[in-house]
Every structure is written in C-alpha cells, then in structure tokens.
C-alpha cells in the first residue's frame, strides 16, 4: 500500500517526485470516478493512505470499500449517516452533522496528499 511506500518499508527506495505525482492523479481519478462515473455515485468513507494500493509499476488503485456509500440519483448532496472512517482522514463537519457528501472524501484526500508530499505520516 502507499503508506508501506513512503514509510520505506519492505526495502524500497524513497518514491520520486514523479512517481508521487503519478499516484495521487491516478487516486483522484479514481475518486473523481465514484463520485461521478458510477452509477449509483458512492463515497468512500475512508480514503487514507493504507486503502490506496501499488500495483508493481506504482499503480495507484483504491481500495477497500467496506465503509462506502451509495447517493439516490436524484441530485441530494449529502446523506445523514452514522459517522465512519478513520480518525485523521475524517471530514470534521462530517463528524460533526452525520452529514456526508463526497466533500468528505476530498477532504480525506486532502490529508493523503499531505503524506505524499511530506512523505511522512500525518496522523
């Protein structure tokens, strides 16, 4: 996973900027493609660094969507729902209201760049 990555675990060298800049487009897009390709639109619920997988040629892939939701089509912009997702990632107006939009994805996203760019954990 990404976070095995930037820790450097398993032997691997530091990911280049490239390489990083690679992954967090292809982890966007595939955000952009659940929020908006699917059908019913979803989100995830838990987009941190552990739920995006490395393919061997740093592939970027989302993954584990045990938390995801579904949105009716209808146009609604966010749900009320229990709260879910993991401390640090978590959207704080989501935690707040159990008001969830796919905002709460991107803010979640928002932290995993952070980790990509200081190659650090954050939390």
């Excluded at 739920?51 to 584990?64: G, M, P, W």
């Excluded at 990632?89 to 990509?116: A, M, Q, W």
Aim: hydrophobic letters at 35%.
């Amino acid at each position: 996973d990404l976070r095995e990555n930037l820790l450097g675990k398993r032997g691997w060298s530091v990911l280049s900027w490239e390489t990083r800049m690679q992954i967090a487009v292809e982890a966007a897009q595939g955000l952009e493609y659940i929020h908006n390709g699917c059908r019913p639109p979803m989100v995830h619920r838990d987009v941190k660094t552990t739920n995006i997988l490395l393919n061997e040629r740093s592939q970027a892939k989302l993954a584990d969507f045990g938390l995801s939701r579904s949105f009716p089509i209808d146009g609604e912009s966010h749900v009320m729902t229990v709260v879910a997702g993991t401390p640090g990632y978590l959207d704080p107006e989501y935690y707040r209201t159990n008001l969830l939009s796919e905002k709460s994805d991107v803010y979640s996203f928002g932290v995993v760049l952070l980790e990509i760019v200081t190659n650090q954990p954050v939390i």
